[in-house]
């Protein structure tokens, strides 16, 4: 199968039956060039039944998905983008960075903001680090996501996309920021992991 970067999928564990929903939407957080579909979720303690068939999964075993779906994906090959991440939203953000990691040429600034572990940190220092045109952020709370974001914000205003991808809380938080910094609606492109608050 092919898929573009960004993209999610829905996932289904055959044969699985629990009480409410038993499919979960996950981005697929790898690029076609890599031959695998990587996807990463948080799986608490106190998990979802579905999650915990999920963990009990092993080697040799099937999960369906349908799909590819979604278009949180670049619009062009030049235009600066800033991208913010909340948490576990750093799924098809990784997918985006191995796509620019074959070549870019534009200003790419990412914002990842966790209360936890950075998930795929080296990886995503490693791309950072090999293209001077890219820079993160690795930020531990809202107050300091909204600081950064002001600043980008009020530097390149309306000459950027901005990509936004995490619970749907964050997003809408997110969302009203750059609101209040003029910042149009058609260059916003947001990913709203609906499941989390
Ligand atoms: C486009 C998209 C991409 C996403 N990508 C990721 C990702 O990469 N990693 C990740 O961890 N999570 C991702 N999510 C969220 C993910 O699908 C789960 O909702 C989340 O992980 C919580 O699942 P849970 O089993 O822990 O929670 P639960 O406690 O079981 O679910 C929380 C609530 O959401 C409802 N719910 C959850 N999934 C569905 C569903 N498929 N259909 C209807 N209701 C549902 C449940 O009924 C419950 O009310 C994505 C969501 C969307 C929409």
Partial sequence: MFWTPG????????????????????????????????????????????????????????????????????????????????GVGITPVRALFKELEKGNDRIVKLIYSTGGQHLFKDELSAVAAANDKIGIDFVGGREELAAKLEEYADEMKNEAYYFISGPPGMVRTVMNLLEDRYINEGRIIAESFIGYE
């Avoid at 996807?39 to 075993?61: M, N, V, Y």
Wanted: aromatic share 10%; net charge negative.
């Fill in 7 to 86: 993209v999610h999928g829905i996932f289904s564990i055959p044969g699985l039956e629990i009480e409410g929903s038993n499919t979960r939407y996950f981005s697929i957080a790898s690029i076609h060039d890599e031959n695998t579909i990587k996807f990463a979720t948080r799986i608490p303690e106190d998990c979802s039944q579905f999650k915990k068939h999920l963990a009990q999964l092993k080697e040799g075993d099937e999960i369906d998905m349908e799909g590819p779906y979604g278009e949180f994906n670049f619009q062009d090959d030049s235009t600066p983008v800033i991208m913010i991440a909340g």
